[in-house]
């Protein structure tokens, strides 16, 4: 995850970026990783601002990536504002899209983002299988930061 200070740096430099033309990157692009950051760094108001910017641009190039980590960077603004059904909806919509293009990586994430708000829902059982299914996804790829992190979040259960 980025400190805070790394956010800002991030929209800084991707702000400036929106700004100039280049033919090997396009707004899509720029607002799938803005609302991405944003999701990471549980930023209410960069999801609030990005996350639609992200999926219109994302379903006007039907960029199935683009739009699941928009459908992702949305469940994590719903549930931060405690809208867990609507949350729950948008990161299972961001899943079904990274199943079908097998982005491993990005199952997981998901999963770990299920996860959390299974926790938050104080529904232990499905915390720890989504849990449980996000580290099998880490330790296949041996991204051992999100399988720490994932630990972590499993120890927490007990």
């Known amino acids: 995850m980025l400190a805070e200070g790394e956010f800002a740096l991030v929209q800084k430099y991707l702000g400036i970026a929106l700004h100039k033309t280049a033919a090997w990157v396009g707004e899509h692009d720029l607002y799938a990783l803005l609302a991405d950051a944003a999701a990471q760094q549980r930023d209410e108001s960069a999801l609030q601002k990005y996350a639609p910017l992200a999926e219109a641009f994302a379903s006007r190039y039907d960029h199935k990536l683009y739009l699941a980590i928009a459908h992702r960077a949305w469940g994590v603004a719903h549930h931060l504002a405690g809208d867990y059904v609507e949350a729950e909806s948008k990161l299972k919509q961001s899943l079904d899209l990274f199943n079908s293009?097998?982005?491993?990586?990005?199952?997981?994430?998901?999963?770990?983002?299920?996860?959390?708000?299974?926790?938050?829902?104080?529904?232990?059982?499905?915390?720890?299988?989504y849990f449980t299914h996000a580290l099998v996804a880490f330790e296949s790829m041996q991204a051992v930061p999100d399988v720490s992190r994932v630990r972590s979040a499993l120890e927490r259960l007990k």
Request: proline share 0%; charged share 30%.
């Open 101 to 129: 293009m097998n982005a491993r990586y990005q199952i997981g994430r998901t999963l770990f983002e299920l996860g959390e708000l299974a926790v938050v829902q104080t529904d232990t059982g499905k915390a720890r299988d």
